[in-house]
Protein backbone atom coordinates (compact mmCIF):
# COMPACT_ATOMS: atom_id res chain seq x y z
CA UNK A 1 0.00 0.00 0.00
CA UNK A 2 2.57 2.67 -1.31
CA UNK A 3 0.73 6.30 -0.62
CA UNK A 4 0.54 7.85 -4.13
CA UNK A 5 1.95 11.24 -5.02
CA UNK A 6 5.44 12.45 -4.28
CA UNK A 7 7.78 12.17 -2.74
CA UNK A 8 7.06 8.84 -1.29
CA UNK A 9 9.04 7.09 1.47
CA UNK A 10 10.78 5.15 -0.83
CA UNK A 11 11.94 8.38 -2.77
CA UNK A 12 13.67 9.84 0.60
CA UNK A 13 15.65 6.55 0.78
CA UNK A 14 16.54 6.81 -2.51
CA UNK A 15 17.42 10.22 -2.66
CA UNK A 16 19.45 9.30 0.94
CA UNK A 17 21.25 6.60 -0.22
CA UNK A 18 19.23 3.68 1.63
CA UNK A 19 17.99 2.30 -0.93
CA UNK A 20 19.02 1.52 -4.78
CA UNK A 21 16.49 3.37 -7.36
CA UNK A 22 17.10 5.40 -10.43
CA UNK A 23 18.08 8.96 -10.12
CA UNK A 24 19.67 8.67 -6.70
CA UNK A 25 22.08 11.81 -6.11
CA UNK A 26 25.68 10.91 -7.40
CA UNK A 27 27.60 12.65 -4.44
CA UNK A 28 27.01 14.28 -0.84
CA UNK A 29 26.04 17.28 -1.95
CA UNK A 30 23.74 16.89 -4.50
CA UNK A 31 22.42 15.12 -1.65
CA UNK A 32 22.05 18.00 0.24
CA UNK A 33 19.97 19.92 -2.06
CA UNK A 34 18.25 16.98 -3.34
CA UNK A 35 16.86 16.60 0.15
CA UNK A 36 16.20 20.60 0.55
CA UNK A 37 14.01 20.09 -2.54
CA UNK A 38 11.84 17.02 -1.60
CA UNK A 39 10.92 18.38 1.97
CA UNK A 40 10.33 21.84 0.25
CA UNK A 41 7.87 19.54 -1.90
CA UNK A 42 6.24 17.77 1.15
CA UNK A 43 5.08 21.01 2.41
CA UNK A 44 2.57 22.04 -0.15
CA UNK A 45 0.95 18.60 0.72
CA UNK A 46 0.74 18.31 4.45
CA UNK A 47 -1.68 15.02 4.13
CA UNK A 48 0.97 13.67 1.92
CA UNK A 49 3.84 14.47 4.44
CA UNK A 50 2.74 12.77 6.98
CA UNK A 51 2.18 9.57 5.21
CA UNK A 52 5.49 10.21 3.91
CA UNK A 53 7.40 10.78 7.03
CA UNK A 54 5.04 8.30 8.89
CA UNK A 55 6.42 5.44 5.92
CA UNK A 56 9.82 6.48 6.14
CA UNK A 57 10.15 6.86 9.77
CA UNK A 58 9.16 3.35 10.21
CA UNK A 59 10.68 1.56 7.71
CA UNK A 60 14.43 3.69 7.78
CA UNK A 61 14.54 5.28 10.74
CA UNK A 62 17.54 2.56 11.96
CA UNK A 63 18.91 3.26 8.76
CA UNK A 64 19.11 7.10 8.72
CA UNK A 65 20.58 7.39 11.79
CA UNK A 66 23.42 4.97 11.10
CA UNK A 67 24.58 7.49 7.67
CA UNK A 68 23.70 10.02 9.72
CA UNK A 69 26.51 9.10 12.61
CA UNK A 70 28.66 8.45 9.95
CA UNK A 71 28.19 10.12 6.31
CA UNK A 72 29.82 9.72 3.23
CA UNK A 73 32.65 12.11 1.96
CA UNK A 74 31.57 14.53 -0.15
CA UNK A 75 32.81 15.16 -3.75
CA UNK A 76 35.83 16.63 -4.63
CA UNK A 77 33.26 19.09 -6.26
CA UNK A 78 29.87 18.98 -7.58
CA UNK A 79 27.90 20.72 -10.25
CA UNK A 80 23.64 20.44 -10.22
CA UNK A 81 21.62 21.46 -12.87
CA UNK A 82 24.44 23.42 -14.05
CA UNK A 83 25.05 25.08 -10.31
CA UNK A 84 28.55 24.68 -8.68
CA UNK A 85 27.39 23.39 -5.26
CA UNK A 86 30.27 24.52 -2.94
CA UNK A 87 29.37 23.13 0.09
CA UNK A 88 32.52 22.73 2.77
CA UNK A 89 32.73 19.35 4.28
CA UNK A 90 32.27 20.76 7.68
CA UNK A 91 29.12 22.37 6.59
CA UNK A 92 27.84 19.25 5.55
CA UNK A 93 28.91 17.37 8.58
CA UNK A 94 27.15 19.81 10.90
CA UNK A 95 23.95 20.15 8.65
CA UNK A 96 23.82 17.49 5.95
CA UNK A 97 21.16 15.32 3.72
CA UNK A 98 20.81 13.45 6.91
CA UNK A 99 19.85 16.29 9.29
CA UNK A 100 17.29 17.48 7.17
CA UNK A 101 15.70 14.41 7.00
CA UNK A 102 16.06 14.31 10.78
CA UNK A 103 14.81 17.73 10.94
CA UNK A 104 11.72 16.58 8.90
CA UNK A 105 11.17 13.71 11.26
CA UNK A 106 10.58 15.97 14.49
CA UNK A 107 7.20 15.48 16.03
CA UNK A 108 6.40 12.42 14.26
CA UNK A 109 5.18 10.12 16.12
CA UNK A 110 8.13 7.58 14.64
CA UNK A 111 10.40 9.58 15.98
CA UNK A 112 9.33 9.36 19.14
CA UNK A 113 8.90 5.90 19.03
CA UNK A 114 12.68 5.86 17.97
CA UNK A 115 13.69 7.76 20.75
CA UNK A 116 11.33 5.57 23.54
CA UNK A 117 12.46 2.19 22.58
CA UNK A 118 13.91 -0.52 24.17
CA UNK A 119 15.60 -2.68 21.41
CA UNK A 120 18.71 -2.93 22.58
CA UNK A 121 20.25 -2.19 19.29
CA UNK A 122 18.58 0.88 18.36
CA UNK A 123 19.16 2.07 22.29
CA UNK A 124 22.91 1.73 21.12
CA UNK A 125 22.61 3.28 18.11
CA UNK A 126 20.75 6.55 18.90
CA UNK A 127 23.03 7.32 21.72
CA UNK A 128 24.57 10.71 22.18
CA UNK A 129 23.02 11.86 19.13
CA UNK A 130 22.68 15.39 21.12
CA UNK A 131 26.57 15.01 22.21
CA UNK A 132 27.47 14.11 18.61
CA UNK A 133 25.36 17.26 17.35
CA UNK A 134 26.40 19.48 19.72
CA UNK A 135 30.33 18.85 18.72
CA UNK A 136 29.61 18.99 15.33
CA UNK A 137 27.97 22.54 15.64
CA UNK A 138 30.62 23.77 17.98
CA UNK A 139 33.21 22.73 15.07
CA UNK A 140 30.68 25.08 12.99
CA UNK A 141 29.16 27.72 14.81
CA UNK A 142 32.33 30.51 14.88
CA UNK A 143 32.16 30.40 10.98
CA UNK A 144 28.52 30.71 10.30
CA UNK A 145 28.17 33.37 13.49
CA UNK A 146 31.21 35.35 11.05
CA UNK A 147 28.59 35.38 8.09
CA UNK A 148 25.97 36.34 10.45
CA UNK A 149 27.52 39.93 11.12
CA UNK A 150 25.96 43.36 10.59
CA UNK A 151 26.21 43.33 6.68
CA UNK A 152 26.41 39.21 6.48
CA UNK A 153 22.98 39.32 8.23
CA UNK A 154 19.85 39.31 5.97
CA UNK A 155 17.14 42.11 6.45
CA UNK A 156 14.03 39.55 5.71
CA UNK A 157 13.35 37.94 9.02
CA UNK A 158 11.44 35.80 9.76
CA UNK A 159 13.44 33.16 7.81
CA UNK A 160 12.21 30.62 5.47
CA UNK A 161 14.86 27.90 6.39
CA UNK A 162 13.35 26.05 4.03
CA UNK A 163 14.07 28.50 0.66
CA UNK A 164 16.23 27.39 -1.99
CA UNK A 165 18.57 30.05 -2.50
CA UNK A 166 20.52 30.43 1.34
CA UNK A 167 23.62 30.01 0.21
CA UNK A 168 25.70 28.15 3.12
CA UNK A 169 26.69 29.50 5.61
CA UNK A 170 23.73 31.77 6.30
CA UNK A 171 21.02 32.24 9.02
CA UNK A 172 18.50 30.67 7.37
CA UNK A 173 20.87 26.78 7.60
CA UNK A 174 21.82 28.03 11.41
CA UNK A 175 18.06 27.55 12.13
CA UNK A 176 17.61 23.97 10.83
CA UNK A 177 21.04 22.04 13.76
CA UNK A 178 20.31 24.31 16.11
CA UNK A 179 16.32 22.90 16.23
CA UNK A 180 17.52 19.87 15.44
CA UNK A 181 20.47 20.41 18.22
CA UNK A 182 16.97 21.46 20.88
CA UNK A 183 15.37 18.31 20.39
CA UNK A 184 18.02 16.05 20.84
CA UNK A 185 19.33 17.72 24.08
CA UNK A 186 16.32 16.79 25.36
CA UNK A 187 16.62 13.43 25.23
CA UNK A 188 19.91 13.33 26.67
CA UNK A 189 20.04 12.35 30.54
CA UNK A 190 21.62 14.83 33.32
CA UNK A 191 24.98 13.17 33.72
CA UNK A 192 25.33 13.51 29.92
CA UNK A 193 24.66 16.92 29.90
CA UNK A 194 26.59 17.89 32.63
CA UNK A 195 29.14 16.51 30.91
CA UNK A 196 28.90 18.34 27.52
CA UNK A 197 28.30 21.43 29.31
CA UNK A 198 31.83 21.09 30.75
CA UNK A 199 33.40 20.62 27.63
CA UNK A 200 35.60 23.55 26.53
CA UNK A 201 34.31 23.23 23.12
CA UNK A 202 30.88 23.54 24.23
CA UNK A 203 31.62 25.88 27.27
CA UNK A 204 34.01 28.21 25.60
CA UNK A 205 32.65 28.17 21.32
CA UNK A 206 29.33 26.41 21.15
CA UNK A 207 27.33 28.21 24.14
CA UNK A 208 29.14 31.78 23.71
CA UNK A 209 27.53 31.93 20.06
CA UNK A 210 24.48 30.63 20.91
CA UNK A 211 24.12 33.31 23.51
CA UNK A 212 24.80 35.90 20.88
CA UNK A 213 22.22 34.33 18.86
CA UNK A 214 19.69 34.27 21.53
CA UNK A 215 20.38 38.00 22.62
CA UNK A 216 20.14 39.11 19.06
CA UNK A 217 17.30 37.46 17.74
CA UNK A 218 15.29 35.69 20.86
CA UNK A 219 11.36 36.54 19.62
CA UNK A 220 12.46 38.13 16.38
CA UNK A 221 12.94 34.67 14.23
CA UNK A 222 13.05 30.79 14.90
CA UNK A 223 17.07 30.84 15.08
CA UNK A 224 16.70 33.34 18.39
CA UNK A 225 14.40 31.05 19.99
CA UNK A 226 15.82 27.56 19.24
CA UNK A 227 19.13 28.85 20.41
CA UNK A 228 17.72 29.88 23.69
CA UNK A 229 16.37 27.23 24.48
CA UNK A 230 19.60 24.95 24.01
CA UNK A 231 21.10 27.69 25.77
CA UNK A 232 19.44 26.81 28.64
CA UNK A 233 19.31 23.55 28.37
CA UNK A 234 23.17 23.33 28.03
CA UNK A 235 23.42 26.27 31.21
CA UNK A 236 21.39 23.25 32.92
CA UNK A 237 18.98 25.82 34.02
CA UNK A 238 15.94 23.74 35.70
CA UNK A 239 13.25 25.17 34.31
CA UNK A 240 13.98 24.32 30.90
CA UNK A 241 15.50 21.03 32.27
CA UNK A 242 11.88 20.50 33.80
CA UNK A 243 10.35 21.62 30.51
CA UNK A 244 12.57 18.89 28.03
CA UNK A 245 11.88 16.31 30.86
CA UNK A 246 7.59 17.11 30.29
CA UNK A 247 8.43 16.80 26.50
CA UNK A 248 9.86 13.66 26.83
CA UNK A 249 6.83 12.90 28.89
CA UNK A 250 4.17 13.89 26.62
CA UNK A 251 5.71 12.24 23.58
CA UNK A 252 5.56 8.83 25.18
CA UNK A 253 2.15 7.53 23.92
CA UNK A 254 3.49 8.99 20.27
CA UNK A 255 0.04 10.70 19.43
CA UNK A 256 -0.79 12.59 23.34
CA UNK A 257 -2.12 11.34 26.11
CA UNK A 258 -5.86 10.98 25.45
CA UNK A 259 -7.19 8.17 23.32
CA UNK A 260 -6.40 8.37 19.70
CA UNK A 261 -10.00 9.37 18.43
CA UNK A 262 -10.12 12.76 18.39
CA UNK A 263 -14.10 12.93 20.05
CA UNK A 264 -12.50 11.19 23.26
CA UNK A 265 -10.36 12.04 25.79
CA UNK A 266 -10.22 9.62 28.22
CA UNK A 267 -6.51 8.65 29.44
CA UNK A 268 -6.83 6.01 31.76
CA UNK A 269 -5.90 2.56 30.73
CA UNK A 270 -4.92 3.14 27.16
CA UNK A 271 -4.03 0.45 24.65
CA UNK A 272 -1.47 0.96 21.81
CA UNK A 273 -2.35 -0.25 18.21
CA UNK A 274 -0.91 -3.31 17.71
CA UNK A 275 0.89 -3.09 14.42
CA UNK A 276 2.41 0.64 14.29
CA UNK A 277 2.33 1.01 18.55
CA UNK A 278 1.93 4.98 17.97
CA UNK A 279 -1.48 5.55 18.42
CA UNK A 280 -3.41 4.50 21.75
CA UNK A 281 -6.88 3.99 22.43
CA UNK A 282 -9.42 3.55 25.42
CA UNK A 283 -11.38 1.00 23.55
CA UNK A 284 -11.89 -1.86 20.73
CA UNK A 285 -14.27 0.18 20.07
CA UNK A 286 -12.74 3.46 19.96
CA UNK A 287 -9.45 1.94 17.28
CA UNK A 288 -12.12 0.69 14.91
CA UNK A 289 -13.96 4.18 14.39
CA UNK A 290 -10.66 5.79 14.50
CA UNK A 291 -8.92 3.43 11.94
CA UNK A 292 -10.38 4.65 8.64
CA UNK A 293 -8.36 7.79 9.17
CA UNK A 294 -5.38 5.98 11.24
CA UNK A 295 -4.67 3.63 8.95
CA UNK A 296 -2.77 6.00 6.33
CA UNK A 297 -0.31 6.53 9.06
CA UNK A 298 -0.62 2.73 10.70
CA UNK A 299 3.08 1.49 9.50
CA UNK A 300 4.81 -1.97 11.10
CA UNK A 301 8.01 -0.42 12.37
CA UNK A 302 11.53 -2.42 11.83
CA UNK A 303 12.88 -1.55 15.40
ZN1 LIG B 1 -11.48 6.54 23.42
ZN1 LIG C 1 -1.49 1.83 14.18
Redesign the pocket.
Known sequence: MAPTGRPSADDFAVALGIIPGSGAPSCEQERWMRLKEEVSNLRENLNQEEISLSQFGALYFPALVTLWKSPPAPAERCVYNGLALDLKEEDLEAYGPYDIMLEALQGNPYFYKFMRTKNTDIVELRRSMGRILAHRLAKRVAVWEAALQPGGERADYPFDIYRMDSPFPSVDCATGPTQLLCTLLCYESRQSLEALAAEPEIRDVLLPVLRKWTRRYARRCLLGDTAMRCEMILSLNPLWLHMATEMRRQNKVGEGLE???PA?T?TADLKKCGKCETAK???AE?QRAHYPKHKALCFRTVF
Do not use: D, I, K, M
Request: glycine share 0%; proline share 0%.
Open positions: CALCRYCSH
